[in-house]
């Protein structure tokens, strides 16, 4: 089955620097990735998503990439603040099933 | 935005007692799931329900397990009997479609400490 892999565990930014936030994935038939945030002791929200019709999109100070080929995608938060600080989760689905796989988790730092 | 709704918030149980964690979704949504969520940050997925009936389930969705959602109440997952290895934070999602095509919505999760 699908295995998503997060890069970093942790990543620490200073506030108004980017952060970028790494994942991988097995399936080739893949073709839907969401991202959620999970700010501490609360639950999960979804954030933005990307399919694999298109290779990048932008929802305000978040961007997504898809790299279909090398089977990765980033979610890049730019001019972070402070309330970015959170856990990060990629995911990604197909239309074969109805599950959503989700990474490890990426544990973001904003320092003020 | 829309809410589910997660009954109760923290449940403490002895081993081998039986608990029911309950989830009042998305009031227009067809797709129900529960994940297990261990050590704060791994999401795993446990099982997801449609018009009745369970689609997929994963490997920890052991025979003690079941889950169901009789008309208009509650999408309950029920753990009969409980073991250590249960105590996580448990979330409900649902979905007005596919998790292929549709966002899921959470849960803030039941805290599950199984002694």
């Known amino acids: 089955g699908e295995k998503v892999e997060q890069h970093e565990s942790t990543l620490s930014v200073r506030e108004g620097d980017s952060a970028v936030i790494n994942c991988t994935y097995t399936d080739t038939a893949s073709s839907y990735f969401p991202w959620y945030k999970q700010e501490a002791g609360k639950s999960l929200h979804f954030v933005i998503d990307i399919r694999s019709n298109v290779d990048r999109k932008q929802s305000q100070r978040l961007i997504v990439l898809l790299d279909k080929k090398a089977k990765r995608f980033s979610l890049h938060i730019t001019a972070t603040q402070p309330e970015d600080s959170a856990i990060y989760f990629c995911?990604?689905?197909?239309?074969?099933?109805?599950?959503?796989?989700f990474g490890d988790g990426t544990q973001l730092v904003v320092k003020p | 935005g829309p809410k589910v709704l997660q009954i109760p918030s923290h449940q403490i149980i002895d081993m081998g007692q039986m608990v029911t964690l309950n989830c009042d979704p998305v009031?227009?949504?067809?797709?129900f799931y529960w994940y297990k969520q261990i050590l704060g940050q791994q999401m795993e997925f446990l099982v997801n329900?449609?018009?009745?009936?369970?689609?997929?389930k994963s490997k920890l969705f052991k025979d003690q397990f079941s889950v169901e959602r009789p008309d208009g109440s509650y999408f309950t997952l029920k753990i009969q009997p409980t073991a250590l290895e249960d105590s996580a934070v448990y979330f409900c999602a649902s979905s007005s479609g596919l998790a292929s095509q549709n966002t899921l919505y959470f849960g803030a999760g039941t805290r599950l400490s199984v002694l």
């Open positions: 009031s227009n949504h067809l797709y």
């Open positions: 995911a990604a689905s197909h239309n074969s099933n109805n599950r959503i796989f």
């Open positions: 329900f449609y018009n009745g009936k369970v689609m997929e």
